[in-house]
Nanobody, 125 residues
């Protein structure tokens, strides 16, 4: 059974930092593209950051998080991370980890094959 489990969400003041983790189990995601999405109340789910699982290559960041968020991976741990710095109230959302068949990531939600349950991030002003 394939599972993606997010952790690391919480409540933080504006300007603070959080590090989200996504641990994958049930299969090896060595060739999958991994993405972090978020969904705020009343809004559509949007891609925040994505990375190819292996083979190098650049990561993707939404314009709203460039320079503040960093996506990374640890193949040995079958995990992907999202370091979030300089958080703003508008970053408040449920954050989801997702995996897509190789090789490329996409901002199209329907193309992702596996999803985590989500972790809440709340940024207070």
């Amino acid at each position: 059974q394939v599972q993606l489990v997010e952790s690391g969400g919480g409540l933080v003041q504006a300007g603070g930092s959080l590090r989200l983790s996504c641990a994958a189990s049930g299969r090896t995601f060595s060739s999958y593209a991994m993405g972090w999405f978020r969904q705020a109340p009343g809004k559509e789910r949007e891609l925040v950051a994505a990375i190819r699982w292996s083979g190098g290559g650049s990561a993707y960041y939404a314009d709203s998080v460039k320079g503040r968020f960093t996506i990374s991976r640890d193949n040995a741990k079958n995990s992907v991370y999202l370091q979030m710095n300089s958080l703003k109230p508008e970053d408040t959302a449920i954050y989801y980890c997702a995996a897509k068949r190789p090789p490329y990531y996409s901002d199209y939600v329907a193309l992702y094959d596996y999803w985590g349950q989500g972790t809440q991030v709340t940024v207070s002003s």
